[in-house]
């Protein structure tokens, strides 16, 4: 056989490998995300509490979708306003579900967006590093937008000073119908811990970011809230409502421990078609 030969022979051969590899690839992400749904529709329906259940995503990054739709159909709220902090680049997070209902609202956060948002005629987005010394006034921006003194649901996932935010924002009055955060899954109630604050921390994969659900119950009962659900699929976020609405989830166990979820930090390799900056452009026209 000639080089040439052998030259043609080999790119065949690797051509051939490389088919085979990308289609081996192809299965087993297939097969980790299918895996991966049947154990959080079997998490979902274990779950000790029945608001969790209701879990299902659709733009957040897990299952949060489905539990905010359902505690915002227990509370009657059909339209309203939302205001989120740490939104990426806009295309995966906890209120884009809402701007597809038609809601208002404004984001804040440190990266582009991956739409033009300059004629959003319903979001308004604050683009900044967040620190204690500018929440507030980024806040007071997106309150002004909104026309409104608190908005009906604030979420907040930043990767680190996460508790420090909220407690200024609870003692600013900003206290919505519901609050979603980002708890740190790893410390066990009654596990206290919070991350003293600084200013240029930058989440390093560790975990060395945010609070322990223990904490965050302990603050939001400060403010009047109660702790209702933690998503059942990763166990990365916490839903707490006004107390004053204790009577629309009777059903929600009163012990810590029946609704705290444990770290299950399992993402989706992919999960239905891939988010279209175009759709979520159209959500917030």
């Given at each position: 056989m000639t080089d040439t030969a052998n030259t043609h022979a080999l790119q065949s051969d690797l051509e051939i490998v490389r088919n085979l590899t990308w289609a081996n690839a192809q299965s087993l992400s297939e097969a980790h995300d299918l895996l991966l749904e049947q154990a959080a529709i079997s998490r979902r329906k274990a779950s000790a509490n029945p608001l969790a259940r209701y879990g299902q995503k659709a733009f957040s990054q897990n299952?949060?979708?489905?539990?905010?739709?359902?505690i915002l159909r227990r509370l009657g709220l059909t339209q309203g306003t939302y205001a989120e902090y740490g939104v990426g680049n806009g295309l995966e997070n906890n209120t884009l579900i809402l701007a597809s209902l038609g809601w208002k609202?404004?984001?804040v956060g440190g990266e582009s967006l991956a739409f033009d948002v300059s004629q959003a005629r319903r979001l308004r987005y604050l683009r900044d590093w967040i620190t204690l010394e500018?929440?507030?006034h980024l806040t007071l921006q997106g309150l002004q937008y909104l026309q409104v003194a608190t908005p009906d649901v604030v979420s907040l996932d930043l990767d680190g000073n996460d508790y420090h935010f909220v407690e200024a924002l609870l003692r600013e009055s900003v206290l919505p119908s519901l609050f979603i955060v980002e708890y740190n899954a790893k410390f066990?109630?009654?596990t206290r811990f919070v991350m003293p604050y600084n200013a240029t921390h930058q989440w390093d994969g560790s975990d060395y970011y945010g609070a322990s659900l223990t904490a965050f119950v302990e603050l939001f009962k400060e403010f009047g809230y109660r702790l209702v659900c933690c998503n059942a699929q990763t166990g990365s976020n916490a839903f707490f409502v006004k107390e004053e609405a204790a009577g629309l989830f009777?059903?929600?166990p009163q012990n810590i421990m029946d609704i705290y979820v444990e770290p299950r930090f399992y993402l989706y390799r992919?999960?239905?078609?891939?988010?279209?900056?175009?759709t979520v452009a159209a959500l917030v026209q």
């Open positions: 299952d949060e979708d489905g539990i905010t739709l359902e609202g404004f984001w500018n929440l507030y066990i109630p009654p009777a059903d929600v992919k999960y239905g078609h891939p988010v279209s900056p175009q």
